[in-house]
C-alpha cells in the first residue's frame, strides 16, 4: 500500500513539474523576436516588398506610435503593426466550418518596433508552434504560413547568435 502511495505522490509531483515547465516556458515560445538588420521604416517597406514578392498581401500598417500621440502619449515608442494576408491561405482555412474560428487570430500580424537605441526588432507569432494544436487542416496551411514568414524575413532579420 505504501508503495502505491508513493507512486501516485510521485505522478502528481511530475505533473505538477511539467505544468510549472509548461506554463514557464511556453509564453516564451509563442512569439518570436528577431532584430532587423535596417532600420525601423526601411524594414516595414522590405517586409512589405518581400511579402508582395511571395504572393502575401500586406492588407494593413498600424502606426501605433501615431495612435498613441494623438491619444496624448507624447514619448510613445516606435511601434508598426503590419497585417498580412494569403487569400489561398484563408480560403483553405475556412472554408471548413468547423476551422472557422481561427479568424480570430487571422490576418497574420509582424510587429516592427525600435529601442532608444536605435536598433528594430521584428515580433510575429510563432505559427509553426502555435499550429500543433489545431486540426491537420489548419495545422497543414499554417505550416506553409511559418515557411513563408522565413522567406518574407530573409535578408532582413540579423542570424541567429
Known amino acids: 500500500m505504501k508503495s502505491i502511495i508513493l507512486i501516485f505522490v510521485g505522478f502528481v509531483i511530475g505533473i505538477g ?13 509563442m512569439i518570436l523576436t528577431r532584430e532587423s538588420m535596417f532600420g525601423m521604416d526601411e524594414t516595414v ?3 512589405d516588398k518581400q511579402a508582395d514578392e511571395n504572393g502575401w498581401a500586406v492588407a494593413k500598417i498600424w502606426d501605433m506610435t501615431e495612435r498613441m ?15 498580412l494576408c494569403h487569400a489561398e491561405n484563408s480560403y483553405n482555412v475556412l472554408k471548413n466550418e468547423e476551422d472557422m474560428f481561427i479568424s480570430a487570430i487571422m490576418p497574420c500580424r509582424m510587429a516592427v518596433y525600435e529601442y532608444d537605441n536605435g ?3 521584428i ?3 510563432n505559427i509553426g508552434l502555435v499550429s500543433r494544436f489545431f486540426s491537420p487542416n489548419v ?3 499554417m505550416k506553409g504560413v511559418a515557411d513563408d514568414d522565413e522567406k518574407i524575413l530573409d535578408g532582413i532579420i540579423k542570424a541567429a547568435e
Open 119 to 121: 536598433k528594430t526588432f
Open 17 to 29: 513539474v511539467a505544468l510549472l515547465l509548461f506554463i514557464k516556458i511556453f509564453p516564451s515560445q
Open 139 to 141: 495545422r497543414s496551411v
Open 69 to 83: 500621440e494623438k491619444a496624448g502619449f507624447e514619448d510613445s515608442p516606435a511601434v508598426k503593426v503590419l497585417e
Open 45 to 47: 517597406e522590405m517586409i
Open 123 to 125: 515580433s510575429r507569432m
